[in-house]
């Protein structure tokens, strides 16, 4: 099964460019639940898992 396209997803980048918007608290609040992103982030080396995990504060995956 391919990986989800959670590097170069469009919700994801509005997030990126303003964390602070409505769109991007949605994400994060999105991100807690989405199975693709639970798959995606851990799937990822613990370095880069663990520093996704803080810049977008869910210490689900720390």
Do not use: V
Request: proline content about 6%; charged content about 30%.
């Amino acid at each position: 099964m391919a990986l989800p396209q959670c590097e170069t997803c469009w919700f994801r980048s509005k997030c990126d460019k303003n964390p602070a918007s409505l769109l991007g608290r949605l994400w994060r609040f999105h991100a807690r639940f989405c199975p693709g992103w639970k798959r995606y982030i851990t799937s990822l080396p613990d370095e880069q898992r663990k520093e996704l995990a803080r810049k977008y504060h869910l210490t689900k995956f720390l």
